[in-house]
C-alpha cells in the first residue's frame, strides 16, 4: 500500500523559507510525483512536479523560481525548497504520486482529480 508522509512545515515571515519532505513507501516505483496545495474551502492547487524516471521538474508560473523540487538518490524523499515566501502560499501542502509521467498528462496534471494518492499534509503558514 502505498504511503505518502509529508513533514517540515511550520510558520514564517514573508520573504522566509521552508523545505518540506515527502517520504514515499509501499511503492517500486513511481512515474510522477508532485506537490499540491490547500486552503480551506478550494480545491487543492497543483505546485510542482517532477518526471520519476530522469528528475524533469515542472512547476505552475506562480512559484517558478522560488520553489524548486528535488529528490534524494534513493528516491524515496521528494523535497520542496520553498523561498520567497508570501502569505498567499499559506496552505496545507500535500504530495502525491502517480503511475504516469507529468508529461502523459499534458498539462492536465495539475487537476487534483487526476491524482487519489495523498498523504497527510504538513501546515504552511506565511506572516506578514
Known amino acids: 500500500q502505498v504511503q505518502l508522509v509529508e513533514s517540515g512545515g511550520g510558520s514564517v515571515q514573508a520573504g522566509g523559507s521552508l523545505t518540506l519532505t515527502c517520504e514515499v513507501s509501499?511503492?517500486?516505483?513511481?512515474?510522477?510525483i508532485g506537490w499540491f496545495r490547500q486552503v480551506p474551502g478550494k480545491n487543492r492547487e497543483g505546485v510542482a512536479a517532477?518526471?520519476?524516471?530522469?528528475?524533469?521538474?515542472y512547476y505552475r508560473d506562480f512559484v517558478r523560481g522560488r520553489f524548486s523540487i528535488s529528490r534524494d538518490s534513493g528516491k524515496n524523499k521528494v523535497y520542496l525548497r520553498m523561498s520567497d515566501l508570501r502569505p498567499e502560499d499559506t496552505a496545507v501542502y500535500y504530495c502525491?504520486?502517480?503511475?504516469?509521467?507529468?508529461?502523459?498528462?499534458?498539462?492536465?496534471?495539475?487537476?487534483?482529480?487526476?491524482?487519489?494518492?495523498w498523504g497527510q499534509g504538513t501546515q504552511v503558514t506565511v506572516s506578514s
Open positions: 502525491t504520486t502517480a503511475a504516469h509521467p507529468v508529461s502523459a498528462y499534458r498539462g492536465r496534471w495539475w487537476d487534483d482529480w487526476q491524482h487519489t494518492n
Open positions: 509501499g511503492l517500486k516505483r513511481y512515474r510522477g
Open positions: 517532477m518526471d520519476g524516471s530522469d528528475g524533469t521538474p
